[in-house]
C-alpha cells in the first residue's frame, strides 16, 4: 500500500486494524485442555529441525475481542447474504440454510475417511443417491463425485476421453477444439492432457457455434469438441444437435461444461443433446458454498462408451448393501483422496431431494426469465452485445458511455461497475467472455426478488445518467465503500502483501 492509502486507512473508522495490533501479552481466548505428551517425548518424537526454538507469534486477545474482530471484517465484505451478487457465469445464488444443517450433520463430519465400508453404509447411500440423482438429472448412465472443482472434473473429462482413444488405437486424435467464447479453464484442461486446441471463432456467427464451422475443423485427428451451453454469453447453441452429431461423425467425443447448467437444469439434459461426458459444478447449481478457495465439487457424468474410464472407486450397490467398487481395470486412476469432499455431496443432495423435480425445472425457468427481465429493462440505457432471448445471463458492454465522452480514458466498463457498488451492488462479471469488448455479464439467477431486480435496474438507470451528466462521479467510484479505487497495476505488479511493513 502506499503512504497516502495507509493514512487513509487510519483516519477510516470502519476499517478495522490487524488483530495483532490488539495484541496484550498474557490475555488468552480459550483455555486448552493438556497435552498428553511430555515436551521430552516431542524431542525425541520430532526430527531437530521441527522442534520450535521460540513460541509461535500469535496475537494474545480476549475471546470477544477475537469475535468482534472477525465479524467486524466479514462485514467489510460483500457477499450473498448482504446483497446481490450478479456475477455472470458464476451463478451467485442463494445457498438454502437447510444446506448447511445437513452437511454439519456430526454422523457425517465425525466419520473417519478410513471407515470400512460395512459401518459407513448410510453415507456411502448418500454418496450412491448422489450419483444417480445426477445421472438422471443429466442424462448420463455413471457419476463420479471425485473432482474438487469444475475445473478438475474437465481435467478428469480429458484424461478419460485420451484414455479412451488410447484404448482403442486412435492416438493419431490429437487435437480438441473449443470455441473463443469459452471458460479459460477448457483450453488449460485440454492442454494439460497433451491435446492441441484448436481454437474455433464466434464473432462472425453471433457469438454461436457455427455447425458449418465445427464441420471445416473436423478431421481424423479431432479427440474432442469441448462447449457450454447455453455458452458464457447466456446464449443456446442453436446449432447443437447438429454440430453434436458431425462430431460423432467424424469419429470426435463431445465435452459439456456444465457450468451454465443451473440454465436449462429440468428442462433438457446434456447426455440429449448429444455430449459424452460433462461436468457440473456443484457451487453454481447445486448450492455448496462458493469461492473463498473451496473445498468444491466438481462431478463428472459419462455416457456407457466413457464410463469404464472413470475414476476409481466409484460407490455401487449390490445385494443391499453400499460399497467402494474398486476393479475398474481401464479407470484413469484416483484423482482426489478419499471419495471427494464429501460434506459438499451432502449439501448438493439436499438441495436437490429439497426442490424436488418439479422445483428444479421452476428453478431454470425463473432464472431465465429473471435475465430476460433486466437485459429488456437496460437496453435502452446499455449497449447489449447480443440482441436475442438469453438463457440465464445476458452481456452489456459500455460502448454507449463511451461514446459520450470519447476524450475520458475511464469512461469503462471498470468504471461503472465500480459505481454500483456505491448502490450496494456486487458488480457483475467483467471483461469476460473475452470476445465481447468492455463486457459486463449479468447473471441475476432464481433467488432474486423482483423488488431486488428493480433496485438493480434503477441503479443500472441512474449510473447511466450519471455517466452522461456528472462522469466524474463514475471516473472515481467508488465512494462509500472502506478503500477507494486503488491502482490496480502497482497492486498486480508490486504487491505489497505485508501488513507490518506498510503500518509499522
Ligand atoms: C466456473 C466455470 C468453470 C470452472 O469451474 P470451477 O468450479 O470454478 O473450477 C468452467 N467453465 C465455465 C463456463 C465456468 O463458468
Known sequence: MSAQQTQSIEHTDVLERSIFHKSSPGRWGVTLPEVGVAESDVQTLLPEAFVRKQSPRLPEVSQLEAVRHFVRLSQLNHCIDTGFYPLGSCTMKYNPKVCDLYGQLQGFTNLHPKTPAHLSQGSLKLVYTLQQLLADITGFDQVSLQPAAGAQGELVGMMMIKAYFEKTGQTQRTEVIIPDSAHGTNPASAAMCGFKVVELRTSQTGGLVSAEKIKSLLSDKTAAVM??????????????????????????????????????????????????????????????????????SGPVAVNKILEPFLPTPIVAFDDDRYYLQTDRPDSIGRVKVFNGNFEMMARSLTYILAYGAEGLEQLSKDAVLNANYLKEKLRDDYHLAYDRVCKHEFVLTSHKQKEQHPELNQMNTMSIVKRLMDYGFHPPTVYFPLIVHEAMMIEPTETESKETLDRFIEAMKTIAKECQDTPEMILNAPHTTPIQRVDETTAARNPDLNYFSANN
Open 227 to 296: 462447449l457450454t451451453n447455453p455458452n458464457t454469453a447466456g446464449l443456446f447453441e442453436t446449432e447443437i444437435l447438429e454440430i453434436t452429431q458431425a462430431v460423432h461423425d467424424a469419429g470426435g467425443l463431445m465435452y459439456y461444461d456444465g457450468a451454465n447448467l443451473n440454465a436449462v437444469v429440468g428442462q433438457v439434459r446434456p447426455a440429449e443433446m448429444g455430449f459424452d461426458v460433462m461436468h457440473i459444478n456443484t457451487h453454481k447449481t447445486f448450492a455448496t458454498p462458493h469461492g473463498g478457495g473451496g473445498p468444491g
